[in-house]
Each structure stands twice: as C-alpha cells, then as structure tokens.
C-alpha cells in the first residue's frame, strides 16, 4: 500500500522490507486504494484493492494484473485475514491437508505478530510498540525526553 498513514513503502524501513522480499523471492504486488494505481519499478505488475467494492473489484486494470479478476480470482480458493477474521475460513487445515489445488490468500502479518483477542486489542499493541520504537528512535537523534 502507498497510502497509508501508518507506513510508508518511501522511507527506508519501507524500502528494507521491498529489498528483502525480492532477496527472499517474493514478488511485491501494489495494495491499491481505487482508483488510485502507479505501479513504478517496487511493484511487480499485479494489483490487490484494498477494501474492494463489488462495481470495481474486477475491472480490467491496465497493464496489470487485479488478482480480484478472472482466472484468478475464485471465492471458493480464496482467503483473506482482513481485520483479524478469515474470509471463508481459516485455511490451515486445509494447508495441511493438500485441500487447494489453488489458493489465493491476502495475510496482513502485523495482525500475527502482535498481541490482541480483537483486531481494536491488535492494533493497540501495535501502537504501544510503535510508540516505544519511535521513542528510541528520538533519544537515538539526541532528543531530550526528560
């Protein structure tokens, strides 16, 4: 995503996470806000709306792929962990069974890496640690906190 307020793919964490996705092996695809999207040279050419709606979720989007279009897109093959709940079911049994030919899945990973029963808990503890985080990074600028 590049419009978010809560990350920025510009700054050099964001730009630490692309390098070292593509140094994994991934492909980084554009989590675009509609109709907003400017696929530059972090992007692979594949498009992902974030919160779809029904009248754009499919459109033809130009030279790219939407992951939410035909042949890729089957809401029986399809999980997303969106907001801590896993659209048609949590696919790990089904991992472990062999039980998708095909899969598309959406994971939001900071909803498993912190702590919280809801996703408003989740992203609490997220903040709490990004505030922390941000307070290292004052007192390492030479800011005085006292």
Aim: one cysteine or more; charged letters at 20%.
């Amino acid at each position: 995503m590049t419009e978010s307020v809560f990350y920025n793919l510009a700054s050099s964490e964001g730009t630490a996470a692309i390098a070292r996705l593509r140094e994994l092996g991934h492909a980084v695809g554009h989590h675009a806000v509609h109709p907003n999207v400017e696929l530059d040279d972090r992007f692979d050419t594949v498009v992902s709306w974030h919160n779809p709606k029904a009248e754009f979720m499919s459109q033809t989007i130009p030279g790219a792929i939407n992951v939410y279009a035909e042949p890729y897109f089957d809401p029986r093959t399809y999980r997303s962990d969106s907001n801590q709940h896993w659209r048609s079911g949590c696919p790990h049994e089904e991992l472990r069974g062999g039980g998708f030919a095909w899969l598309q899945i959406l994971v939001h990973p900071a909803i498993w890496v912190y702590q919280g029963a809801t996703m408003g808990l989740t992203m609490r503890s997220l903040l709490n640690a990004e505030k922390a985080r941000r307070l290292e990074q004052l007192a390492a600028d030479g800011i005085d906190l006292d």
